[in-house]
T-cell receptor, first 118, second 115 residues
Framework: AQKVTQAQTEISVVEKEDVTLDCVYETRDTTYYLFWYKQPPSGELVFLIRRNSFDEQNEISGRYSWNFQKSTSSFNFTITASQVVDSAVYFCALSEMTLIQGAQKLVFGQGTRLTINP | DAGVIQSPRHEVTEMGQEVTLRCKPISGHDYLFWYRQTMMRGLELLIYFNNNVPIDDSGMPEDRFSAKMPNASFSTLKIQPSEPRDSAVYFC?????????????FGPGTRLTVL
């Protein structure tokens, strides 16, 4: 069975600090996709990034960066120079293989609650 | 473009009542997913549709739950009769056609409270 583990339940930092959210996954698939979603206090789930298993290049988007390492089955997320608006729950997710072509089921981690203090 | 639309945003009902949650996916998306989020179990997939046809309902907790998708722009999740343990946030998500690379885009959720 596929599994996503976010070992950090809560993280609290002071504004402008860098912070890394860990994500470790388990899968037997050779082809899979990894995702990060953000859930701000307002409650919606906001898509941040998708990464496929064949692309291990790190990605940077503004203050956000992602480090994908297949060797350690990790897909970590770093926020540089954190801001109060980054406070949210962040979910890592893994797409699950199905027997039906084109279908994708997401398996979510339990989430990391990030609090950025001014 | 409008995102996934869900209604109502909040629903408070009494045990035993019927509850209907509604979802309008992003236009052109042919996959639709219903999730439930609770503190104890996190985010769980309940059911998903492809081209209006239910594909996998293995996550539906019990017969009290049912979902329909009468057309490409509308889906409902119904709970009858509702119970306090059904209290949760219910999300609807949709994705583009084109295979397993699809990204699911989520609606704002419906917060259901069953008294």
């Amino acid at each position: 069975a596929q599994k996503v583990t976010q070992a950090q339940t809560e993280i609290s930092v002071v504004e402008k600090e860098d912070v890394t959210l860990d994500c470790v996954y388990e899968t037997r698939d050779t082809t899979y996709y990894l995702f990060w979603y953000k859930q701000p206090p307002s409650g919606e789930l906001v898509f941040l990034i998708r990464r496929n298993s064949f692309d291990e290049q790190n990605e940077i988007s503004g203050r956000y960066s992602w480090n994908f390492q297949k060797s350690t089955s990790s897909f970590n997320f770093t926020i540089t120079a954190s801001q109060v608006v980054d406070s949210a729950v962040y979910f890592c997710a893994l797409s699950e293989m199905t027997l039906i072509q084109g279908a994708q089921k997401l398996v979510f981690g339990q989430g990391t609650r990030l609090t950025i203090n001014p | 473009d409008a995102g996934v639309i869900q209604s109502p945003r909040h629903e408070v009902t009494e045990m035993g009542q019927e509850v209907t949650l509604r979802c309008k996916p992003i236009s052109g998306h042919d996959y639709l997913f219903w999730y439930r989020q609770t503190m104890m179990r996190g985010l769980e997939l309940l059911i998903y549709f492809n081209n209006n046809v239910p594909i996998d309902d293995s996550g539906m907790p019990e017969d009290r739950f049912s979902a329909k998708m009468p057309n490409a722009s509308f889906s409902t999740l119904k709970i009858q009769p509702s119970e306090p343990r059904d209290s949760a946030v219910y999300f609807c998500a949709s994705s583009f056609p084109g295979g397993r690379t699809d990204t699911q885009y989520f609606g704002p959720g419906t917060r259901l409270t069953v008294l």
